[in-house]
């Protein structure tokens, strides 16, 4: 499995429009966040968690070449606004790319990008096909290959995390319940969101993403979902206990 971190900044991304804090004016390349998602190369399939408006340049980035299916976790515009740039795939692979969501996810999904779900779209819109998901319902990506959508809570609102053979992705998460606690147990690699250290009402703050971390017990965990007011990588990475780190856009991970 290879995992790639095409972003892991916060909805605003890092640095932020017109700020002069340490963290927008650092030098370090680690410190530049674009919005939160992660590509995951497993059996020759490629799937893509979140298609933020960030997604072009991440693609570009990566030099990604190749996209077999799109996770969503939830419609706000920080994980859906770089849906026109799948274009490029349909092109080159002759195919639309299946997205899957929720139910609610992909609603807002067709309301806010209708001209992609028109009877007759235009020539060249992007061509996807949804399927709608269900909490602790096996995904068969193919027939050898399964994810399992599992349920978060981002504020008041549901949203989903994934599960693929022993890699969790979690982000905009502000609680997980006892159910899906037990159902991401035994993970070797898990990645979940740091907002900031001070409390939020939707989003886990540095020391609760950590408690959390702690408790699911992954052999290596990773922090994404970071704003700036997190502060340096390197001063997050001080703070760390061992096991647990802060991601930055273009680290790969494979085992």
């Not at 274009?87 to 309301?111: C, H, M, S, V, W």
Request: with cysteine; glycine share 8%.
């Amino acid at each position: 499995m290879k995992i790639t971190f095409l972003g892991t900044g916060t909805s605003q991304g890092v640095p932020v429009i017109g700020c002069t804090c340490e963290t927008c004016l650092s030098t370090d390349d680690r410190d530049k966040r674009l919005r939160s998602s992660v590509l995951i190369e497993v059996g020759g399939v490629h799937i893509l968690i979140d298609v933020g408006p960030d997604f072009r340049q991440q693609m570009l980035q990566n030099d990604v070449s190749k996209l077999d299916v799109v996770l969503l976790t939830h419609e706000h515009n920080d994980h859906i606004a770089g849906i026109d740039d799948i274009r490029p795939f349909n092109f080159k692979q002759g195919r639309k790319i299946p997205f899957y969501g929720l139910k609610r996810t992909l609603e807002d999904l067709k309301a806010k990008y209708a001209y992609i779900f028109d009877a007759n779209p235009y020539p060249g819109a992007p061509g996807i096909v949804c399927h709608e998901v269900e909490p602790d319902v096996p995904i068969f990506i193919t027939k050898d290959l399964q994810t399992l959508p599992i349920h978060i809570m981002h504020g008041t609102l549901p949203i989903l995390g994934f599960r693929i053979l022993d890699f969790v992705y979690i982000t905009d998460a502000s609680q997980i319940d006892d159910r899906t606690m037990d159902l991401i147990q035994g993970v070797k690699v898990l990645v979940i969101n740091a907002l900031q250290y001070k409390k939020h009402y939707s989003h886990f703050t540095f020391d609760e993403a950590v408690t959390m971390a702690k408790i699911i017990g992954a052999e290596k965990t990773y922090l994404t979902h970071m704003s700036h007011h997190l502060g340096l990588h390197r001063d997050v990475e001080s703070n760390c206990p061992e096991g647990i780190k802060p991601a930055y856009d273009g680290l790969v991970l494979e085992w």
